[in-house]
């Protein structure tokens, strides 16, 4: 009798070990699942998964270029035209905030205009406009760590002042040549305190890249009006490459204080030191133009 009682509590007792067994198995293979999950890291974003894994997941990606010299409104337009993030988005991300600011050293929040690189960005479904934002300014970061701001520093200029100017050199000049050369006029013209009188900032101001401009709008009471109102404008009209930012940075030194657009399909200018040279050089355009 007694040992039938035994063999009943053994029993008992193996088949709660084999459960307790049993039992630490499955939290060593649950925890083991985490754990792999964990490092695997997620596998939603942008940058991680393969193309394979993109396209069967539906993130298809696509390449969006933003060419030196745009606006914000300009490049809005392209991301609300080739992505799935709107130009909405797009500005309200860029819109005047703490970040605009800080890289401005501005007292007053102040937008992103200048700070968003051209550049091609991969982008697909997930991307949202700040992702997006973010990329610009971490490569405008990433190809200006090694602009010299020496020469300008010394001449009371800040890099933001520079990237005004690099901005202004990137809507004004089709030859990479002159680049510098503009650059210095525009330095030659703050320092004998003319007006710059650049039509891109007149053009910012009003909303639009035309080439002719009318007596009411150059007339325009905005700060961006380089023919209305003395020094630089309060900020960059647009967001310039690299190499004009070195450019703006660094300028060809010379006496050239005015220039005119050839007008010979070269897409360059003639320099002029003086009015009469420049009255010259103007005549000289007009009869490139016909």
């Known amino acids: 009798m007694h040992d039938r009682r035994r063999q009943r509590r053994n029993y008992r007792r193996a088949k709660a070990r084999r459960r307790q067994t049993v039992a630490w198995m499955v939290l ?10 964990a490092l695997a890291g997620p596998r939603l974003s942008s ?18 270029t933003f060419p030196e010299g745009l606006r914000r409104e300009d490049v809005a337009r392209i991301v609300d035209e080739q992505t ?27 937008s992103l205009e200048g700070y968003l690189f051209p550049a091609t960005y991969e982008v697909n479904k997930l991307t949202t406009a700040e992702d997006l934002v973010q990329r610009q300014l971490d490569a405008f970061d990433d190809s200006t760590a090694g602009v010299d701001y020496s020469y300008a520093r010394e001449r009371n200029l800040t890099p933001h002042e520079v990237l005004s100017i690099a901005a202004m050199v990137e809507r004004e000049v089709r030859v990479p040549e002159e680049r510098e050369i503009v650059a210095g006029v525009i330095y030659n013209r703050l320092r004998n305190r003319m007006l710059l009188g650049i039509d891109a900032t007149v053009q910012y101001a009003i909303g639009e890249w035309k080439q002719d401009l009318s007596s009411a709008e150059l007339q325009n009471d905005s700060p961006y009006n380089t023919r209305k109102f003395f020094g630089l404008p309060p900020g960059p009209i647009a967001s310039p490459g690299v190499a004009s930012i070195v450019a703006a940075a660094r300028p060809q030194e010379h006496e050239f204080l005015y220039y005119v657009a050839k007008a010979d399909g070269s897409g360059g200018h003639y320099f002029a030191r003086d009015e009469a040279e420049f009255e010259q050089q103007v005549a000289r355009a007009r009869a490139n133009a016909g």
Request: net charge negative.
């Open 28 to 37: 060593i293979i649950v925890l083991a699942i985490g754990v792999g999950w």
């Open 47 to 64: 940058d991680t998964p393969t193309e394979a894994e993109r396209e069967a997941a539906g993130l298809q990606t696509v390449n969006v």
């Open 84 to 110: 799935a993030i709107s130009a909405a988005d797009y500005l309200a991300a860029t819109a005047a905030g703490p970040e605009g600011r800080s890289r401005a050293k501005a007292k007053e929040p102040t």
